[in-house]
């Protein structure tokens, strides 16, 4: 049952609606129509609750979509977690974001709102569509206004992976707090465009945010990120650990990037699902991957991003395929 368990930290992403006014070429939905109702918001929020009690854990809720500033409940349910102690960011394609939204959320206590940006202008708008580039900076513009914490994600694709640096550049000039960047993750038999990186195309990206991250430009926290970066923070995967996701149909996943559903929130509450589900266990269970005994980044990586293996090897088991370190 894991009862030894305990987590400082402990992360709710929820995805409250599907809705979403783009269709980006790398998104994972396929249904755009469910929707959290206040109901079962409350219902959720009460779960997360215990489970943030069992392990004695500090909360993080972050709110995504589809869209999440197309759910009329977003603020009342930001403010509802805030009152509960917990702490609160919103996931964001920014189009929908105005000073008077901007507002709402200082409001409402949020800690921070991440917005994707996945390269300049043009780029960014083949991906997401015509005219999502200029939206997405104006809200950007609105967020900082309100002194709000305000991170911009890149997803890197084979399409955008020049743009990295120019980004950057960008987002020094918004006065942005953080750019985050990661790959884009799709199964090898859905990747009818060829979007995912090579393990050499990844490496190099990884070398130019670290040329960036020496001046404070980039984030590099996932997995084998921190290697050109020196960092001494290295991140392993939290799936199976301190995260949980929970779609707007209730589904419950380790991850949203490693697609296994293990319940429904409204059949089974969260606290059981992540102390007994099979697919939870074994992911804890997993360890160091055989294939990483002998590295010295091991114990700390722990066989790097278990969503990118399975992604492209169809196993959680076994070390990042893209990693490109020996030892």
């Known amino acids: 049952m894991d009862n030894e368990l305990k987590y400082e930290n402990f992360t709710l992403q929820w995805h409250i609606t599907h809705r979403c006014n783009l269709r980006c070429k790398h998104c994972y939905q396929e249904d755009f129509s469910a929707f959290e109702s206040r109901e079962d918001m409350l219902s959720v929020l009460d779960q997360f609750c215990g489970v943030l009690d069992y392990y004695g854990s500090k909360g993080q809720l972050n709110l995504t979509g589809g869209e999440p500033l197309t759910h009329p409940d977003l603020f009342w349910l930001l403010q509802s977690a805030r009152e509960r102690g917990i702490s609160t960011g919103v996931l964001t394609n920014g189009t929908l974001l105005g000073v008077r939204e901007a507002k709402r959320l200082r409001a409402a206590g949020v800690d921070y709102v991440q917005i994707s940006l996945d390269g300049c202008e043009k780029t960014h708008d083949e991906i997401r569509g015509k005219g999502s580039f200029q939206r997405a900076v104006n809200g950007i513009y609105a967020l900082r206004a309100q002194n709000i914490f305000t991170s911009i994600s890149f997803t890197a694709q084979r399409g955008n992976l020049s743009e990295l640096k120019k980004l ?74 301190n995260l949980l996701i929970v779609l707007a149909n209730g589904d419950v996943m380790p991850c949203r990037r490693l697609p296994l559903t293990i319940g429904n929130v409204h059949e089974t509450d969260l606290l059981t699902l992540h102390r007994e589900s099979p697919v939870m266990q074994q992911l804890r269970a997993a360890g160091v991957p055989e294939g990483c005994k002998g590295c010295r980044y091991a114990e700390m990586c722990r066989g790097g991003a278990k969503c990118i293996a399975y992604a492209k090897q169809g196993r959680f088991d076994i070390p990042d395929p893209d990693c490109w370190v020996s030892g």
């Open 168 to 241: 950057a550049r960008f987002c020094d000039d918004l006065g942005v707090n953080k750019l985050w960047f990661d790959r884009v993750v799709i199964p090898k038999d859905e990747d009818s465009e060829h979007l995912s990186l090579e393990t050499n195309e990844f490496r190099r990206l990884c070398k130019t945010a670290a040329g960036l991250n020496r001046k404070g430009r980039v984030f590099c926290g996932r997995a084998l990120q921190f290697l050109p970066c020196r960092s001494k923070l290295i991140y392993h995967c939290a799936a199976g650990g």
